[in-house]
């Protein structure tokens, strides 16, 4: 991981995914979808088995 | 002197190896960045490196772009120093040797034209470092140093290899280029006192309140000022978590690149016509008579080409010619005046002339650039800098004895601290252009009299040469002090 002495903010981070255009555009459709997937995993049932699975690969 | 030819940087340093014993003395301003720490020792600017700061290095050196960019003088030339272990000190594994800036300056100090200059250069290093994966850790503006009206980035530690996510130097840049520069081309407000006030610059929050209507349809305030503001404000999650989420998400070169693009396009867009004042338009309304100026400048020549300076103040220089006279005969000229209009044209008709060694700064003698930040050290004032060996004081007593109401013998006391050498101009209290000064004050200045003057000056200097133009009201001196 990168260490940088300065706090960049992450606003401004990710105010640059608007900044780089079209580039950035994928990576707003993958962080979307990231987030939708990640929801919807947290809208199943707790006892549900898939969840858990889920849980167990995220954590390593 | 007109530089049409860009000389190889690195020539000019001195590759001796062997450090000046000594622990050196370390820069008041260099002390954030753990992984390197630039040291003053007899007269060298040399720069420690951890581990870490040392690898970097070696990445950057091994560029193209690095080599391209020194020999153009877009980058302080950069060499290695062999030294052993023993002579770093503790913690640190390298040393690299910096060429010297002629005159340290600070951002609250150029003209717009120097700042958009300086934004832009520091974004066509980093895109040009990106095509080597490399990046700059961040955005600052005292990145950047000046030679003459050439820009160069100095601070080489901030460049490191690029590993995906987007610029961690994004906001400050934002604080310390875009927004002064936007404060200036969108709202004619100077933004010196802004960044005089805060060395971290305009808030990317504050410039988002001062936006008119107006101005929201400006190119870059919408993305770089509106929906900034809206993220620093709602944006959650600690900052490397967001940025491996972004560089995981995809966010790579292309899309830093294509940032840097978009951020270049605003910087070249920005752009302010400096108002007509009543000093940019001295040239054609001063009551000086042609004979009057070929007079001023013959004497300013002499005492410069016999007192072969190596730095000159030239203090209220308006438009710049007595300052050019002086470059033919010193290394350095640093032509300061209160008014930014004034400093911006004569910055570009420096630049179209190609002088290399006149440096133009916006200053108020009255109330010059103080010592900021750390300890009030970490950015020295503009009188703990190296003091010149000429200075030039022609036209200006009488704004710092009647505009700005200093006493005339606290004006000579604090020239002859100044420098050695002085060419000073006495304007006499029936000259047309004091006399109109005098009328809008209802102080009488009684201690404002060529008698006083030379009284004063008795104090500290020897008189070496005196002359009397013809208008009759206006006299120089050449001084030297004692």
């Known amino acids: 991981m990168l260490l940088l002495y300065l706090d960049a903010n992450s606003g401004s981070l990710i105010a640059q995914v608007a900044v780089a255009g079209f580039a950035g555009a994928a990576v707003a459709a993958k962080l979307s979808w990231r987030r939708a997937s990640e929801r919807l995993r947290r809208n199943r049932a707790p006892g549900d088995p898939e969840a858990q699975a889920d849980g167990e690969k995220r954590g390593s | ?482």
């Not at chain 2, 895109?127 to 955005?139: M, V, Y």
């Not at chain 2, 080489?156 to 961690?168: D, E, Q, R, V």
């Not at chain 2, 400048?297 to 220089?317: E, N, T």
Request: with cysteine; charged share 25%.
């Open chain 2, 1 to 482: 002197m007109a530089k049409s030819a860009v000389p190889d940087r690195r020539i000019g340093l001195a590759m001796t190896p062997e450090i000046p014993a000594g622990p050196g003395c370390p820069d008041e301003g260099s002390f954030r960045d753990p992984d390197s720490q630039v040291v003053h020792t007899g007269g060298r600017v040399l720069r420690r490196l951890s581990e870490t700061g040392r690898s970097d290095w070696d990445a950057l050196s091994r560029t193209t772009f690095f080599e391209r960019a020194v020999a153009a003088g877009r980058l302080v030339g950069t060499v290695d120093v062999a030294v052993g272990r023993e002579g770093l000190g503790d913690g640190w594994a390298g040393l690299v040797e910096h060429e010297p800036i002629p005159f340290v300056t600070y951002p609250f100090e150029w003209t717009f034209g120097m700042l958009a200059a300086g934004a832009a250069l520091h974004l066509e290093l980093l895109r040009e470092a990106l095509a080597e994966d490399i990046t700059t850790k961040d955005g600052y503006a005292y990145n950047l140093q000046w030679r003459g009206v050439e820009p160069v980035f100095i601070d080489i530690s901030s460049f490191t290899p690029y590993h995906g996510g987007p610029w961690a130097g994004y906001r400050q840049f934002c604080e310390t280029f875009l927004n002064p520069l936007m404060l200036q081309s969108f709202m004619n407000v100077d933004f010196h006192p802004w960044l005089r006030g805060r060395l971290e610059g305009i808030p990317v929050q504050h410039m988002r309140r001062l936006l008119s209507p107006r101005d929201l349809v400006r190119r870059g305030a919408l993305r770089h000022v509106v929906l900034h503001a809206l993220l620093e404000r709602k944006a959650h999650g600690t900052t490397p978590s967001t940025r491996s989420a972004l560089a995981d998400a995809g966010f790579g070169r292309d899309a830093m690149i294509a940032t840097v693009d978009k951020l270049l396009g605003v910087v070249r867009t920005l752009s302010w016509r400096p108002e007509a004042s009543t000093w940019t338009s001295y040239a054609t309304t001063n009551t000086y008579s042609g004979e009057d100026r070929a007079e001023k400048l013959r004497f300013v020549d002499r005492v410069a080409s016999s007192a072969r300076p190596h730095l000159v103040w030239d203090l209220g220089y308006n438009d710049g010619t007595y300052a050019r006279a002086a470059a033919r005969h010193a290394s350095q000229v640093v032509a300061m005046d209160a008014d930014h209009a004034t400093v911006e044209l004569l910055y570009r008709s420096l630049r179209s002339a190609r002088v290399g060694n006149v440096l133009p700064l916006v200053v108020d003698l009255a109330d010059p650039s103080p010592s900021l930040g750390w300890r009030n050290r970490e950015r020295p004032g503009l009188l703990e800098r190296p003091r010149p060996d000429l200075v030039l004081c022609l036209a200006l007593l009488h704004h710092l004895a009647i505009v700005a109401n200093i006493p005339l013998p606290q004006v000579v006391e604090w020239l002859a601290g100044l420098a050695e050498v002085a060419v000073v101009e006495f304007v006499d209290r029936h000259d047309p252009m004091v006399a109109q000064l005098l009328a809008n004050k209802s102080v009488a200045h009684a201690d404002y009299s060529l008698a006083r003057f030379q009284h004063e000056v008795a104090e500290y200097f020897d008189v070496e040469a005196r002359e009397e133009l013809s208008s009759g009201t206006r006299a120089l001196y050449a001084l030297r002090r004692r």
